[in-house]
């Protein structure tokens, strides 16, 4: 902590979270302007339920909750283009076997890590997780249609979609 974070935010400077994929499962970074001291001690040492939401075969959101209100969801796109060896990881990611659930705190403009959290997943969501993705990658041929699709899904409110989510954690 205190260091920057060793990828780029692709987006300096806004507020905003989104999924990485790795080898042991997934890395989900949130990245704010200045995070509070509040904040950053909830990131922390806070309690972290997190829990997906399919708004459509294929279309997964991981929402993330924190409590005192703090509740963001993240969304998977295995066919976003990236590097050569992004893209190859991104689709042989559903038959992996990692567990490892990663959440980080970055300053949006400076990238430095305030906050880090990591434990393994409850083996029920990752299943379904990447049961998600394997559907993804076998329903959309493209980039494009994964991102209309999950544009509409965003239309969501979070609250609706927390009412029909398990929670985990």
């Known amino acids: 902590m205190g260091k920057p974070y060793p990828h780029p935010n ?13 080898d042991s499962f997934i890395t989900i970074l949130c990245c704010l302007n200045q995070p509070s001291a509040q904040e950053i001690s909830l990131w922390r040492t806070g309690s972290i339920r997190y829990g997906l939401h ?8 991981i929402l993330t909750d924190l409590g005192q209100g703090w509740l963001f969801d993240v ?12 893209e190859a990881v991104a689709l ?20 430095i890590v305030h906050g880090w959290q990591s434990f393994q997943a409850a083996p029920a969501f990752v299943q379904a997780v990447r049961a998600a993705a394997a559907r993804q990658l076998s329903i959309f041929d493209n980039e494009q249609q994964i991102a209309a699709s999950l544009a509409k899904g965003e239309l969501i409110p979070l609250q609706q979609m927390q009412a029909s989510v398990h929670f985990y954690g």
């Open 10 to 22: 692709p987006y300096p400077g806004q507020n905003g979270a989104r999924a990485q994929l790795t």
């Open 54 to 61: 399919e708004v459509a075969p294929g279309l997964p959101f």
């Open 75 to 86: 969304t998977l796109n295995l066919r976003r283009p990236g590097t050569p060896e992004a």
């Open 92 to 111: 042989v990611w559903p038959q992996q076997m990692g567990q490892r659930l990663v959440y980080v705190l970055l300053d949006a403009t400076t990238n």
